[in-house]
T-cell receptor
Framework: AQTVTQSQPEMSVQEAETVTLSCTYD???????LFWYKQPPSRQMILVIR??????QNATENRFSVNFQKAAKSFSLKISDSQLGDAAMYFC??????????????FGTGTRLKVLA | ETGVTQSPTHLIKTRGQQVTLRCSSQ?????VSWYQQALGQGPQFIFQ???????GRGNFPPRFSGLQFPNYSSELNVNALELDDSALYLC???????????FGDGTRLSIL
């Protein structure tokens, strides 16, 4: 079975600084997707960034980038120039690829990010 | 704004009761998934519907059931409520099974 592990329950970062959130996963499949979702107190899960396992290039979205290490099964999120609005719970998620049945997401337990002014 | 609307926002029930939670997806979103998120945890997959048929189920008992309708709305029904059912229930829809899921704001269910 696939698992997703986030070992940092909470992280803090100064405004305008850079922070990295860690995620490791376990799977025997070769075709899959990885995601980072942000969940502010408003509760809605917001997609931050997505990575296809078959792509070697790390995904980037403005201030957000990932370090995808497929062999090590590691998928960390780097937030540059942190802003107060980045404060939220961040969830790492795994989803099987297109040839592998139900497209359910498997989530980690989350990392609470605090941004200090 | 994801275009996924859930109702009600918050609900309080007692043990043994039944509850129906609703989700309205964007037009064209033929796939809907439901997740249970206990306090301090990540969301756990309950089940997924694709074109009105159940397309996969997580480790939840049969008293959790669902329906998906042709108008892109769906329901999650839970019978014989237990205290451990207290959680945030999230609905996520997509325009296809291999497309990104868009989440609603969730329904907070409290069991007394």
């Amino acid at each position: 079975a696939q698992t997703v592990t986030q070992s940092q329950p909470e992280m803090s970062v100064q405004e305008a600084e850079t922070v990295t959130l860690s995620c490791t996963y376990d799977t025997s499949e070769s075709d899959y997707y990885l995601f980072w979702y942000k969940q502010p107190p408003s509760r809605q899960m917001i997609l931050v960034i997505r990575q296809e396992a078959y792509k070697q290039q790390n995904a980037t979205e403005n201030r957000f980038s990932v370090n995808f290490q497929k062999a090590a099964k590691s998928f960390s999120l780097k937030i540059s120039d942190s802003q107060l609005g980045d404060a939220a719970m961040y969830f790492c998620a795994y989803r099987r690829g297109a040839t592998s049945g139900t497209y359910k997401y498997i989530f980690g337990t989350g990392t609470r990010l605090k941004v200090l002014a | 704004e994801t275009g996924v609307t859930q109702s009600p926002t918050h609900l309080i029930k007692t043990r043994g009761q039944q509850v129906t939670l609703r989700c309205s997806s964007q037009s064209g979103h033929n796939t809907v998934s439901w997740y249970q998120q206990a306090l301090g945890q990540g969301p756990q997959f309950i089940f997924q519907y694709y074109r009105e048929e159940e397309n996969g189920r997580g480790n939840f008992p049969p008293r959790f059931s669902g329906l998906q309708f042709p108008n892109y709305s769906s329901e999650l029904n839970v019978n014989a409520l237990e205290l451990d059912d207290s959680a945030l229930y999230l609905c996520a829809s997509s325009a296809g099974q291999n497309q990104p899921q868009h989440f609603g704001d969730g329904t907070r269910l409290s069991i007394l």
